[in-house]
Nanobody
Framework: QVPLVESGGGLVQAGGSLRLSCAASGRTFTNLAMAWFRQAPGKEREFVSAIRWLAGQTYYGDSTKGRFTISRDNAKNTMYLQMDSLEPEDTAVYYC???????????????????WGQGTQVTVSS
């Protein structure tokens, strides 16, 4: 198991910003990529963003492109999501995920990831 601990969620007004963090800890593991997904009540899990751990290449979902920025600190095994220009539609539980082995799934597929955090609530008021 690779514990993933998210932090940084909260309540913010529309147009505001939040920064989420996800720290991976525990035993030695392979980290190929990490990602953020979100799930709003009554909706399916949605891909937000992903980052390849060594190369740093980033991927974004259509609804967050241009407003959210993913980054990572290799030394700390920590991933970040800077969320700007937040909208009420961004309200959801945000989950971080880690890909530990190669597979045939794309970075936006939740099946690509092997470990998940417990989630952090982000609420954007209008």
């Amino acid at each position: 198991q690779v514990p993933l601990v998210e932090s940084g969620g909260g309540l913010v007004q529309a147009g505001g910003s939040l920064r989420l963090s996800c720290a991976a800890s525990g035993r030695t593991f392979t980290n190929l990529a990490m990602a953020w997904f979100r799930q709003a009540p009554g909706k399916e899990r949605e891909f937000v963003s992903a980052i390849r751990w060594l190369a740093g290449q980033t991927y974004y979902g259509d609804s967050t492109k241009g407003r959210f920025t993913i980054s990572r600190d290799n030394a700390k095994n920590t991933m970040y999501l800077q969320m700007d220009s937040l909208e009420p539609e961004d309200t959801a539980v945000y989950y971080c995920a880690l890909k530990a082995r190669q597979n045939h799934y794309y970075y936006h597929d939740y099946e690509a990831y092997h470990y998940w955090g417990q989630g952090t609530q982000v609420t954007v008021s209008s």
